[in-house]
């Protein structure tokens, strides 16, 4: 009824636990073929009974007995295999998703919204359980059940099962049209959940911004639209189930009654036994569940294909940094950026156009430029989190190496990088500060936390807290201020070049914006302790602020406007030559004074 291909992850995931499905398939069998022997008992019982004959009633009930303990020991059986079976096949796919998931960059998930990531990943994936699980069992145990009923019937008497089944062809027609318009209801269905998720996901992020504003009502209200629009979706879903059985069992009752009416005077005139009536009709109420089954069966898996269409084109997203090279470096000598322009994949207006610069190792490189110019997208492609074009950013000069030809996870364990949005995990404050660092070890170097903490002035702070360095941060850090959580995540990448860094320790520190929230003081105490690692080296670093101060003694400063370098050189030179920088310095004038503290929003 249906391309053969629309079944195909069903097919693969039955290949690949064939082993449970095999064994729930046999045992289904067996209850299947003890079922269907029990109104044989019966008949023979029921005929013994009309002949007042004892020994053959007693074979008869003890044959029944028998048979029915057969289907209830094979229906335990088959259901603990198939249970193992579509709860292997949804743990596959949660780790198949979370898989994915990790390898994608920014701009899948700029793409699509946590609540739909989220459904796909809890509601999607039970739905395609709930099909290739119970739904391809109710099928395959109507099939079987019918296969197994049908000769016993027809055993008994051709002529009545043909008239009493007549109307079973049209059975097929019913569901396929039905299962064509389920499919459609239910991906819409799916997605309206989908909505509904997303929207109340950004509630509870963004509860704050709501109570801030006032607009709790508002929310409310569009929520009750959301919910709306997906109750009445789940109504039409249901209304279509429901339409199933009903109609089914309209064409078997009907099967019933004409029993009666031709059966009947068989019976009366002898040419059959009362027991082979009775077990006629048994047989014809065996034939409402695989009738239904069919129905609920297909539907079920017509549920699970929209669900893995949806699952599909996950799977078949690329990570836009493809990581095709292989190459690795234990060192940054230098890093050259010649002419680098970038857009953003769905933007017309370049974002980056034209950069070129050199970094050498133990030099600063201060960024300044006001929001919009540049800078994090600068970040994003030195550190490969968006693909940075080819031929453009080289390491370590004459014999230049281009970064797309590194490895890419090997030339990330070489940046320090704090992003400007401070993110944190719901984890102890230790576990934060050392991220980087191999979290399923069980004991994390405590001192290495307490260094990192004190180089970031936040160690006190920390430990007047009730568990200190234990102590657990709420989703996303909630329980920090903005500028203990920018410290926190300064700590988290300065542990990457502290000494005893178990894996490569990081040669380049770069810090987005990462002085916004804390006062200048903090900030100039901060740069200067960056000056020299643990090794006494000098670190290399690129300082991007949008304050003076913050980048006045860099050895190299880049003014940023409008995605070009405005301005190249040095502080004195800066104030000389670049407009931007001219009227960044007169704006702050007060705040480069050292002792005020102005801007801290701590
Ligand atoms: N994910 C994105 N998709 C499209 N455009 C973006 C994206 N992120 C930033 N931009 C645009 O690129 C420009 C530079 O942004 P950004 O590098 O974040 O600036 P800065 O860090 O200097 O404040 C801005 O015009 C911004 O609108
Ligand atoms: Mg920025």
Redesign the pocket.
């Known amino acids: 009824m249906k391309p053969i291909d629309d079944l195909k992850p069903v097919a693969s995931y039955v290949r690949k636990f064939w082993k449970p499905f095999s064994l729930g398939t046999l045992t289904l069998a067996f209850t299947n073929l003890f079922d269907v022997l029990t109104p044989f008992a019966l008949m023979k019982a029921i005929d013994a009974i009309a002949n007042r004959d004892m020994t053959a009633l007693t074979r008869a009930v003890g044959l029944y007995l028998l048979f029915m303990a057969g289907a209830v020991s094979f229906r335990h059986q088959w259901r603990v295999h198939f249970g193992r079976f579509h709860h292997s096949v949804a743990e596959d796919l949660r780790n198949r998703l979370f898989q994915k998931y990790t390898s994608l960059g ?2 899948f998930f ?1 793409k699509n919204p946590t609540g739909e990531l989220m459904s796909l990943m809890i509601n999607d994936v039970n739905t395609f359980r709930m099909g290739v699980g119970p739904g391809l069992l109710i099928l395959m145990d109507g099939i079987l059940l019918i296969a197994f009923i049908v000769p016993f019937m027809i055993s008994i008497s051709w002529e009545w099962t043909w008239k009493s089944l007549v109307l079973i062809p049209l059975i097929p027609f019913v569901i396929r049209f039905m299962e064509d318009r389920i499919g459609r209801v239910s991906r819409k269905n799916q997605n309206d959940l989908a909505a509904l998720s997303g929207y109340t996901q950004e509630l509870v992020t963004g509860i704050r911004v709501v109570k801030g504003f006032s607009q709790e009502e508002n929310r409310q209200q569009r929520h009750r639209e959301f919910s709306q629009v997906y109750a009445d979706s789940s109504n039409l879903l249901a209304r279509y189930d429901a339409f199933f059985e009903p109609a089914l069992q309209i064409g078997v009752a009907a099967g019933s009654v004409i029993l009666l009416a031709w059966g009947s005077k068989d019976v009366l005139s002898g040419a059959v036994t009362l027991g082979t009536f009775v077990a006629f009709h048994e047989y014809i109420k065996r034939m409402i569940w695989p009738m239904a089954a069919l129905g609920s069966g297909f539907s079920m898996l017509s549920q699970a294909r929209s669900s893995y269409d949806r699952m599909a084109n996950v799977f078949q997203t690329n990570p836009e940094v493809q990581g095709e090279g292989s190459r690795t470096i234990s060192k940054i000598d230098s890093i050259e950026v010649k002419n680098l322009s970038y857009t ?4 017309q ?1 370049p ?2 156009s034209g950069l070129n610069f050199t970094l050498k190792a133990g030099q600063r490189l201060g960024i300044i ?12 492609l030195l550190t490969r989190i968006r693909e940075v074009p080819r031929g453009t950013v080289f390491v370590n000069g004459p014999t230049a190496t281009d970064i797309r030809d590194l490895d890419v996870q090997a030339w990330r364990m070489l940046l320090a990088v704090t992003p ?1 949005e401070a993110f944190l995990f719901s984890q102890t404050i230790e576990n934060n500060l050392l991220f980087g660092r191999d979290h399923r070890e069980a004991d994390l170097p405590h001192d290495d936390a307490l260094a990192v903490a004190d180089a970031v002035r936040i160690r006190q702070e920390v430990e007047r807290l009730p568990l200190a360095f234990r102590a657990w941060l709420g989703e996303k850090g909630v329980n920090l201020s903005g500028g203990q959580r920018q410290r926190m995540t300064m700590a988290r990448s300065l542990a990457q070049i502290a000494e005893g860094h178990p894996a490569t320790r990081a040669q380049l520190v770069i810090l ?2 990462s002085l916004s929230a804390v006062d200048t003081k903090t900030e100039r105490e901060l740069l200067d302790y960056l000056k020299t690692d643990d090794t006494k080296s000098p670190v290399t670093m690129i300082v ?1 602020s949008h304050r003076v101060p913050a980048v006045r003694d860099c050895d190299l400063i880049m003014v ?1 406007n409008n ?1 070009e370098i405005e301005f190249l050189g040095r502080h004195d030179d800066a104030l000389k030559n670049s407009e931007t920088y001219k009227n960044l310095c007169a704006l702050q004038s007060e705040s480069t004074d050292p002792r005020n503290t102005e801007g801290a929003s701590t």
Not at 369 to 380: A, F, Q
């Open positions: 920014p701009r700029e953003y994949p769905d933007s207006l974002a980056l430029g006001p929001v919009g110019s540049g800078k994090s997208t600068l970040v994003h400007q987005d914006d991007i940023l995605g």
